[in-house]
C-alpha cells in the first residue's frame, strides 16, 4: 500500500508517497480500505514542526478517513468485512489503508459519499464540542464563528443554526456570497476590516455570547473583549503561527511569538466579569471514547435529519499532497479538503 510520509520538517518537498508493505490486523483491529483521508490544519503545522502532538518524523498523519473494511482481527465480528465506514484515526490516517479499533469506526450514512463522510470525524465533532458539549450555545445568543469558510468553522455554522443562534462569521470577502447562502447572518470581512470593530457595530457594542477561536496569540485577547455578559471563548488553534515560510528556525519563531502574545485569564476578572473560557483539543480524548461514540451518534442523526450537510471544496490525490497543503496553506479553500488515494 501508499502513504504520505512527513519525512522531516520543512516545506512541501518533506512530503513523499512512499510503498510499504499491506497492513495485518491484530486479533482487536479492523483494517480499512481507504476510499477518502482528511486533510486538517494540524497536518500543516506538524509538517512545519509546529504541531506538539505529532508523532516524531518521518511520521504519516492524518485523524479521519472514510472506505471499505477489507479485513478483521480473530476477535471482531466477520460481517464488518464489506462495511462501507468512517473512522477516527491516531494520526497514519493518509494513507491506503489503516488499522483500527471497533470503538474508532463507524457505519457510513447511506447518504454521504466516502468524501463527504471524511468530513465527519475531525470537523463536526470538534465544532459540536465547542458548540453544544462546551458552549452550551443557546437559540436566543448569538455566535462569532472565526474562519467560518474552512471545515470546522463550516461545521460549526450547521449546529448554530440548527440551534437557532445568531451567526456572526470572519472570512475572506470572496467566501461571504457562499456563506451567506449557507445561511450565516453576518459576514465580516476580516482581511480589509478590523474584525473586533465591525463585530461591536453590528452588536451594538454588546458583543456575542460565544466564540469559536483557532486563531490564538494576541487574537484571544481581542477574542475574550468581544464576549457579551455571560459569553464564552472555545479556543482550538493557533492558526496565527504559520505562515508561507519554509525554514525550520522562522516556524519555531513564529510559534514561539504566538505563545508570547497568548494572554492569561486570572479567575477574579472572570467571575467579576461573568465570562468564561475553554479550549479543546480532539487528540487529547483518546481516552473518552463512550462520550465521542455519543457526540458522534448526535452528529449521524444530523446527517438523517438534514442539519448537518458536510461541503467539500475539493480533493487532491495522494501524489498532489503537496499542491493540497499549499491550498489549505494560502486560506483557498471553503470547507474542507480531501486526500484521495
Known amino acids: 500500500m501508499r502513504q504520505i510520509v512527513n519525512t522531516a520538517n520543512g516545506s512541501y518537498d518533506v512530503l513523499e508517497v512512499q510503498e510499504v508493505p499491506d497492513l495485518v490486523p491484530q486479533s482487536d483491529e479492523l483494517i480499512i480500505d481507504v476510499k477518502a483521508s482528511g486533510l486538517n490544519f494540524a497536518d500543516i503545522l506538524a509538517r512545519k514542526g509546529q504541531y506538539p502532538d505529532a508523532p516524531p518524523k518521518p511520521c504519516v498523519v492524518g485523524y479521519e478517513v472514510s472506505g471499505r473494511v477489507r479485513e478483521v482481527g480473530n476477535?471482531?465480528?466477520?460481517?464488518?468485512?464489506?462495511?462501507?465506514?468512517?473512522?477516527?484515526?491516531?494520526?497514519?490516517?493518509?494513507?491506503?489503508?489503516?488499522?483500527?479499533?471497533?470503538?474508532?469506526?463507524?457505519?457510513?450514512?447511506?447518504?454521504?459519499?466516502?468524501?463527504?463522510?471524511?468530513?465527519?470525524p475531525v470537523n463536526y465533532i470538534t465544532a459540536y464540542l465547542l458548540i453544544e458539549v462546551m458552549g452550551s450555545l443557546q437559540s436566543y445568543e448569538s455566535i462569532l464563528i472565526h474562519n467560518v469558510g474552512g471545515g470546522v468553522g463550516i461545521a460549526a455554522l450547521d449546529i448554530a443554526q440548527h440551534i437557532g443562534a445568531t451567526t456572526y462569521g470572519t472570512a475572506s470577502r470572496r467566501k461571504h456570497d457562499f456563506l451567506r447562502d449557507r445561511g450565516l447572518d453576518y459576514a465580516i470581512d476580516y482581511r480589509n476590516k478590523d474584525w473586533?470593530?465591525?463585530?461591536?457595530?453590528?452588536?451594538?457594542?454588546?458583543?456575542?455570547?460565544?466564540?469559536?477561536?483557532?486563531?490564538?496569540?494576541?487574537?484571544?485577547?481581542?477574542?475574550?473583549?468581544?464576549?457579551?455578559?455571560?459569553?464564552?471563548?472555545?479556543?482550538?488553534?493557533?492558526?496565527?503561527?504559520?505562515?508561507?515560510?519554509?525554514?525550520?528556525?522562522?516556524?519555531?519563531?513564529?510559534?514561539?511569538?504566538?505563545?508570547?502574545?497568548?494572554?492569561?485569564?486570572?479567575?477574579?476578572?472572570?467571575?467579576?466579569?461573568?465570562?468564561?473560557?475553554?479550549?479543546?483539543?480532539?487528540?487529547?480524548?483518546?481516552?473518552?471514547?463512550?462520550?465521542?461514540?455519543?457526540?458522534?451518534?448526535?452528529?449521524?442523526?444530523?446527517?438523517?435529519?438534514?442539519?448537518?450537510?458536510p461541503h467539500v471544496d475539493t480533493t487532491f490525490s495522494f501524489d498532489d499532497v503537496d499542491k493540497a497543503h499549499r491550498y489549505i496553506e494560502e486560506r483557498q479553500n471553503i470547507g474542507k479538503v480531501i486526500l484521495e488515494p
Open 75 to 120: 476477535n471482531i465480528r466477520e460481517d464488518w468485512i464489506g462495511k462501507e465506514v468512517l473512522a477516527f484515526t491516531r494520526f497514519k490516517g493518509q494513507a491506503e489503508q489503516v488499522a483500527v479499533k471497533p470503538g474508532q469506526v463507524f457505519e457510513k450514512p447511506e447518504s454521504l459519499s466516502f468524501v463527504d463522510a471524511a468530513v465527519i
Open 196 to 309: 473586533y470593530e465591525e463585530l461591536m457595530a453590528l452588536t451594538d457594542g454588546r458583543g456575542v455570547e460565544l466564540i469559536t477561536d483557532p486563531l490564538g496569540g494576541k487574537e484571544w485577547k481581542r477574542s475574550y473583549n468581544a464576549l457579551r455578559s455571560t459569553g464564552r471563548l472555545g479556543m482550538f488553534g493557533v492558526s496565527s503561527a504559520s505562515d508561507s515560510s519554509s525554514g525550520s528556525f522562522r516556524a519555531t519563531w513564529n510559534m514561539l511569538k504566538t505563545v508570547i502574545q497568548m494572554p492569561f485569564y486570572h479567575p477574579l476578572p472572570l467571575i467579576n466579569k461573568n465570562k468564561g473560557v475553554f479550549g479543546v483539543n480532539l487528540g487529547h480524548l483518546w481516552h473518552e471514547g463512550d462520550k465521542a461514540n455519543t457526540w458522534i451518534r448526535k452528529i449521524m442523526a444530523g446527517v438523517e435529519e438534514g442539519w448537518v450537510n
